[in-house]
């Protein structure tokens, strides 16, 4: 009775271990090459504030492995995580504006509401690529996608604002100072000033951070950002400093 119940257990040993051999989807390389795969995927939407995010883990990616499934299909659940506060505010700019609200909500577009979204995605496990159907705006994932983008797209509006007491106090790399003065000479000129536009980026420098130039840049390539005004504080700024510099659009 001892050896059949030995043998039993033993039996069922093996079974289990080319059960899980025989149904997991994927090993722990290709689940950490999907979770580096998604954060590119969110990174080449070029969101500044999705960025800054995910370099600061105020947003993170994991992929869980789900068993292969009867119709051979494997899948995978892909879970973001957000930071509550930045729910929180994207929220609470939007409530300021519930005419975009609608408006979003009528193209699918919506501001995620709770930190943890969660979506089961098939994937084909030799490219390790996400099936077609489940990156549709209308599937799980897709959605999650587009409603991760929203809320930075929304942050970025905000974030980008200048106050009239504003004050930036990380330097400006050589790099990125050149970079803008580059800008500058390619767009304005001055008659009485050699060095305005030197005096135009170490003005702007003084009071915009890199990250939040980076924002301003991100929205002014976004048509919507413009009907929302969210570039006006940057935009007197930029006309004050260049009255200053005695700088002037070329002819």
């Known amino acids: 009775m001892r050896n059949l119940i030995l043998y039993g257990l033993a039996f069922s040993s093996i079974f289990a271990l080319t059960s899980n051999s025989a149904y997991a989807c994927l090993d722990d390389k290709s689940i950490q090459q999907l979770v580096a795969s998604e954060k590119a995927y969110l990174i ?3 969101v500044a504030t999705m960025t800054d995010a995910i370099e600061d883990k105020l947003l993170s990616v994991q992929v869980q492995p789900a068993i292969k499934q009867l119709d051979d299909t494997c899948k995978v659940v ?4 957000l930071a509550s506060e ?3 505010e994207a929220n609470q700019l939007m409530n300021a504006n519930p005419a975009k609200r609608i408006m979003l909500a009528g193209q699918g577009y919506e501001l995620p509401s709770q930190p943890t979204l969660a979506a089961t ?5 030799k490219t390790l690529s996400i099936q077609p159907k489940d990156i549709l705006q209308s599937a799980a994932l897709g959605k999650n996608r587009a409603s991760v983008e929203l809320l930075y797209a929304t942050l970025a509006q905000s974030r ?4 009239a007491n504003s004050k930036n106090i990380e330097p400006w790399s050589a790099s990125l100072l050149e970079q803008e003065r580059n800008l500058c000479e390619s767009q304005y000129t001055s008659d009485s000033n050699p060095n305005a536009c030197t005096c135009k980026t170490d003005a702007m420098s003084k009071k915009i951070s890199p990250r939040q ?4 840049k991100y929205l002014a390539n976004d048509p919507y950002a413009s009907a929302t005004g969210a570039l006006s504080s940057y935009k007197d700024l930029s006309e004050q400093i260049n009255f200053e510099c005695k700088l002037k659009k070329h002819g």
Not at 213 to 216: K, P, S, T, V
């Open 44 to 46: 080449s939407r070029s």
């Open 213 to 216: 130039l980076n924002y301003i």
């Open 86 to 88: 930045d729910i929180t």
């Open 78 to 81: 892909i879970t973001y995580t």
């Open 160 to 163: 980008a604002a200048i106050s």
């Open 121 to 125: 995605a098939g994937v084909e496990p």
